[in-house]
């Protein structure tokens, strides 16, 4: 199965900008659609979002959208989170998984093979 590896989060003001990777192990990463999603304290975890296997399409929760920017490099085996504008209610723990086939692209039931995550912090 393949790993994944989390990095790029950290404490930023709010407005500011952070742009979080995701290093998968193996070329297998080439074959999944992949997602990323958050969970902050004492919160339900919140899908953030989606990008299809060639990176030709993306979908986005409605608290993101037209401030993050999902993004793939198949070759290099990376996913990437451009986030801009930040708000303190981005702070969480982010992580990117694996989208299964066959699940809707914001349906935890598919997502797989997380990491350990990496914390977002924005201050107001």
């Known amino acids: 199965q393949v790993q994944l590896v989390e990095s790029g989060g950290g404490l930023v003001q709010a407005g500011g900008s952070l742009r979080l990777s995701c290093a998968a192990s193996?070329?297998?990463?080439?074959?999944?659609?992949m997602v990323w999603f958050r969970q902050a304290p004492g919160k339900e975890r919140e899908f953030v979002a989606h990008?299809?296997?060639?990176?030709?399409?993306?979908e986005y929760a409605n608290s993101v959208k037209g401030r993050f920017t999902i993004s793939r490099d198949n070759d290099k085996k990376m996913l990437y989170l451009q986030m801009n504008s930040l708000k303190p209610e981005d702070t969480a723990v982010y992580y990117c998984?694996?989208?299964?086939?066959?699940?809707?692209?914001?349906?935890?039931?598919?997502?797989?093979?997380w990491g350990q995550g990496t914390q977002v912090t924005v201050s107001s």
């Open positions: 998984a694996v989208r299964e086939v066959g699940f809707y692209y914001s349906d935890f039931a598919g997502f797989r093979y």
């Open positions: 193996d070329r297998t990463f080439g074959s999944y659609a």
């Open positions: 990008i299809t296997i060639p990176g030709d399409s993306t």
